[in-house]
């Protein structure tokens, strides 16, 4: 292991972080053109193919001192190059994005189910049991099937069916009548 020393101004030591700067400087001056033609080649864009290449050769810089055997370089260099630009093909938000002259306008979500008593209805279902209450929200609420709830609840679908059903009993002997279909 070499030992490392400082460079203090004046002096003509060299350390050891600027031997590796300067190491890889000499690389880059060599190689960087090959390299961006790979990046070219892998992306097909000369502005997507500098990102890479610049995001590539920031990775092989931290791992510089970790390459033992310097004529494997352009070697582990294009892995990086390969493998960064897998990572952002990959990525969902780096997809090509089109422009375009008009700005889509977004549909309005519209809440059919509120005409003001969801508050009141809301009050109802928690005076219910914990457990009753529990599958009148996954069933009605998030619209699972009683097998889901079953499954994420721990219980039977029989059980489910069951508390379901007293549940709504429960619900309709409690409802005011304001809320009542049959009394609009």
Not at 83 to 112: C, F, G, I, M, Y
């Amino acid at each position: 292991m070499q030992a490392t020393t400082r460079a203090k101004p004046g002096d003509g030591a060299v350390s050891a972080r600027d031997r590796r700067d300067a190491d890889f400087t000499d690389y880059l001056q060599a190689r960087q053109p090959a390299l961006l033609r790979t990046a070219y080649l892998l992306t097909g864009d000369r502005h997507e193919a500098e990102d890479l290449l610049q995001t590539s050769l920031a990775k092989l810089y931290l791992s510089w001192d970790k390459v033992r055997d310097r004529g494997a370089l352009d070697g582990y260099a294009r892995r990086i190059l390969v493998n960064e630009h897998n990572s952002l093909w990959r990525r969902a938000w780096k997809r090509k994005e089109h422009a375009t002259d008009e700005v889509p306008e977004p549909q309005p979500v519209l809440d059919a189910y509120d005409e003001g008593e969801s508050g009141a209805l809301w009050a109802l279902v928690q005076t219910l049991p914990r457990k009753a209450r529990a599958v009148v929200v996954l069933r009605y609420y998030e619209q699972l099937t009683e097998a889901e709830t079953a499954d994420l609840l721990g219980v039977s679908v029989g059980t489910v069916k069951s508390q379901t059903s007293r549940a709504l009993a429960a619900l309709r002997s409690r409802v005011p009548a304001e809320l009542r279909e049959e009394e609009r």
